[in-house]
């Protein structure tokens, strides 16, 4: 079974560039997040899709940055005008509609805004 | 809000055993977690606490005790594979189940 994949691994942009980010979670798991990793500091919440819908966008940073899910299926990101600040790596999970609500995460992608 | 905590680094030999130490301070728990991320790749899902107590999966165990904030990891008969980062992470009681992580534990197994 594929895990979630993320594309690209890596991105290197110029500030002011918009940049869209690809995450294809676990075949059936309904629910979809987003992380994001700076350099020096812990992974922190984004924001969380059940299926097609908006559950909790709370940790999104400011509104350069939009995230969408159309078909419930796989989920882009995209950040415009990217800003020096928004360099890091950037974590998906997907996790199934069980008790547990395992977080299954992708390698994430790396983007540099120079 | 929540705050988790854990040593930055720890070094170890191999065939030994290691206990990474995390604290946190949450305003809702409903679940901790440990997952193993080695340099570039997937933060991989390690164990899952939401009782007290001790679960035990192979040569990895993770403790939770909910009344002193504290878990944790316990990795016996260290391999050189499992170099790598710890991260601890609770999840809130939210409709959105999100996860709040530490800073991980950069774990370096030596010979």
């Known amino acids: 079974e594929a895990g979630v994949t993320q594309f690209p691994s890596h991105s290197v942009i110029e500030k002011g560039q918009t940049v869209t980010l690809r995450c294809d979670p676990i075949?059936?798991?309904?629910?979809l997040y987003w992380y994001r990793r700076v350099m020096g500091k812990e992974i922190k919440f984004l924001l969380h899709?059940?299926?097609?819908?908006?559950?909790?966008e709370s940790g999104m940073p400011n509104n350069r940055f939009l995230a969408e899910r159309t078909g419930g299926t796989y989920s882009t990101l995209k950040v415009q005008p990217a800003e020096l600040e928004d360099s890091g790596v950037y974590f998906c999970?997907?996790?199934?509609?069980?008790?547990?609500?395992?977080?299954?995460f992708g390698a994430g992608t790396r983007l540099s805004v120079l | 809000g929540q705050n988790i905590d854990q040593p930055t680094e720890m070094t170890a030999t191999e065939g030994a055993i290691v206990q990474i130490n995390c604290t946190y301070q949450?305003?809702?728990?409903?679940?901790l977690f440990w997952y193993q991320q080695h340099a570039g790749e997937a933060p991989t899902f390690l164990s899952y606490?939401?009782?007290?107590g001790l679960e035990e999966k192979g040569r990895f165990s993770s403790f939770l005790s909910r009344s002193k904030g504290y878990s944790y990891l316990l990795l016996k008969e260290l391999q050189m594979k499992d170099s790598a980062s710890y991260l601890c992470?609770?999840?809130?009681?939210?409709?959105?189940?999100?996860?709040?992580f530490g800073g991980g534990t950069r774990l370096m197994v030596k010979p």
């Open positions: 999970a997907s996790s199934p509609r069980q008790t547990k609500n395992i977080q299954y």
């Open positions: 075949s059936g798991h309904d629910n």
């Open positions: 899709f059940v299926k097609e819908s908006k559950q909790d």
């Open positions: 949450t305003s809702g728990f409903n679940g």
């Open positions: 606490n939401v009782l007290d």
């Open positions: 992470a609770v999840r809130g009681y939210n409709a959105g189940n999100m996860l709040t």
